[in-house]
């Protein structure tokens, strides 16, 4: 009988162990919260697609570098940024920052994809929600690796930062 109870309790404790891991990317990426921002940025491209956004874009260079940026401001009937880009970078880092937003202007997903002069290749994408909480970072590294700890710098005021001053972008 007692080694019936040993038994029972060592598959408890690694029952318990198993239970604290992580989720996994496939079963954070299938969560109905997330489902709901990949249904939001696909709405947002294909209001994009029918015209239905109006863009705006300007051109700029960060003072004392030579890094520039296209940056690119979508905004709905009612005025609301929908979407924001930047596009650029210097000799030695290409940056790609595309942000959605829902129609009560809560930033809901945002990609970055940067790209190194040694072949690497780093890419996020940031899931919130509704109310603008974190909710999944999926990440990927193609390349020899770079090092790089730059943190990812989240636009929460789009139409600020499109008509403000150019900025190095990571």
Same mark, same amino acid.
């Given at each position: 009988?007692?080694?019936?109870?040993?038994?029972?309790?060592?598959?408890?404790?690694?029952?318990?162990?198993?239970?604290?891991?992580?989720?996994?990317?496939?079963?954070?990426?299938?969560?109905?919260?997330?489902?709901? /921002?990949?249904?939001?940025?696909?709405?947002?491209?294909?209001?994009?697609?029918?015209?239905?956004?109006?863009?705006?874009?300007?051109?700029? !260079? /960060?003072?004392?570098?030579?890094?520039?940026?296209?940056?690119?401001?979508?905004?709905?009937?009612?005025?609301?940024?929908?979407?924001?880009?930047?596009?650029?970078?210097?000799?030695?880092?290409? /940056?790609?920052?595309?942000?959605?937003?829902?129609?009560?202007?809560?930033?809901?997903?945002?990609?970055?994809?940067? !790209?190194?002069?040694?072949? !690497?290749?780093?890419?996020?994408? /940031?899931?919130?929600?509704?109310?603008?909480?974190?909710?999944?970072?999926?990440?990927?590294? !193609?390349?020899?690796?770079?090092?790089?700890?730059?943190?990812?710098?989240?636009?929460?005021?789009?139409?600020?930062?499109?008509?403000?001053?150019?900025?190095?972008?990571?």
């Amino acid at each position: 009988m007692t080694s019936f109870i040993r038994l029972f309790l060592l598959s408890l404790i690694a029952l318990g162990a198993w239970a604290d891991e992580p989720p996994t990317r496939e079963l954070m990426l299938s969560r109905p919260e997330i489902e709901e /921002v990949r249904l939001l940025k696909a709405d947002i491209n294909a209001m994009l697609e029918r015209g239905e956004l109006k863009k705006q874009t300007n051109k700029c !260079t /960060v003072e004392g570098t030579s890094a520039e940026y296209d940056r690119g401001l979508y905004k709905d009937k009612q005025g609301v940024a929908r979407r924001y880009f930047v596009d650029g970078g210097s000799v030695d880092m290409m /940056v790609r920052m595309e942000y959605y937003y829902d129609d009560k202007a809560v930033l809901r997903y945002m990609h970055r994809q940067r !790209t190194f002069a040694n072949g !690497t290749r780093k890419e996020e994408g /940031v899931y919130f929600g509704a109310d603008g909480t974190h909710l999944f970072t999926d990440q990927s590294e !193609t390349g020899p690796g770079y090092p790089d700890d730059t943190l990812i710098e989240f636009i929460l005021e789009p139409v600020e930062d499109f008509s403000g001053p150019c900025r190095e972008q990571a």
